[in-house]
């Protein structure tokens, strides 16, 4: 059984207050493409990922899907209904065999009351969600839709830059997940993709995508903002 300790709120916890969290857990398992949470829905529970993962997406006027995040094993979902009772904002889905642990809003209430870290770190990843809705609005606001895919490439580059200033983002980000994190088309990341290998910016090798040099990305960045 996985432990509730990969839970990046609970990280701070013993293991005898994790014991104490347990109880308060129901555990489940949700298929690949399921949903987990319903746009709208007034269900309110927190759930907390213990192996695989989640999309976070909403739906445009015109029904295309846009995903706002992606959530892997540590992360929570869910908490906001739970905190202040509204509607859901966004529908969750499983990304691939996905184990939850869930809590209803008065277990959550019980175990940030009982465990302070647990809320602090809530706030954190409140905080989190804040920034990251924030340059989404300005991302929107101000760029164009190669800039945004570039802009994105950056931003997982950043995340696994070495050193030497190379980047592997693996596996290869798939056209379609990357179009509806930054509101475009699929056609419109393979047209950006095209044009950034060509100018050796970016590189596939196997399942990876190579940056070689992420100050070029940047630069390229930069010229096509300015």
């Not at 059984?1 to 013993?14: A, F, P, R």
């Not at 445009?60 to 892997?72: A, H, Q, W």
């Not at 739970?82 to 019980?110: Q, Y």
């Not at 940030?112 to 804040?130: D, F, G, M, S, Y």
Request: net charge negative; with cysteine.
């Amino acid at each position: 059984m996985v432990k509730l300790g990969v839970v990046g709120i609970l990280s701070d916890l013993d293991d005898a207050a994790l014991a104490d969290v347990e109880k308060h857990v129901r555990r489940r398992v949700f298929q690949g493409g399921s949903e987990i949470i319903e746009s709208e829905g007034d269900s309110s529970d927190v759930f907390l990922i213990l192996s695989g993962g989640v999309r976070v997406v909403n739906y445009s006027v015109s029904g295309r899907e846009v995903t706002l995040e992606e959530i892997g094993v540590g992360g929570c979902v869910g908490h906001l209904a739970a905190i202040d009772g509204e509607p859901r904002s966004a529908c969750v889905l499983a990304k691939g065999l996905t184990e939850v642990g869930m809590m209803n809003p008065a277990s959550f209430e019980t175990v940030i009351k009982n465990h302070p870290t647990v809320a602090w770190r809530v706030i954190r990843e409140l905080a989190r969600i804040v920034r990251a809705s924030t340059r989404r609005i300005v991302d929107v606001s101000t760029l164009g839709a190669n800039e945004r895919v570039i802009a994105e490439i950056f931003r997982l580059a950043q995340s696994v830059v070495t050193d030497d200033g190379q980047a592997i983002i693996a596996p290869v980000p798939v056209h379609s997940d990357l179009a509806g994190k930054v509101s475009t088309s699929r056609e419109t990341v393979a047209r950006v993709f095209g044009s950034l290998a060509r100018q050796g910016i970016v590189l596939k090798k196997g399942d990876s995508l190579v940056i070689p040099d992420i100050d070029q990305l940047e630069a390229l960045l930069g010229s096509a903002v300015g």
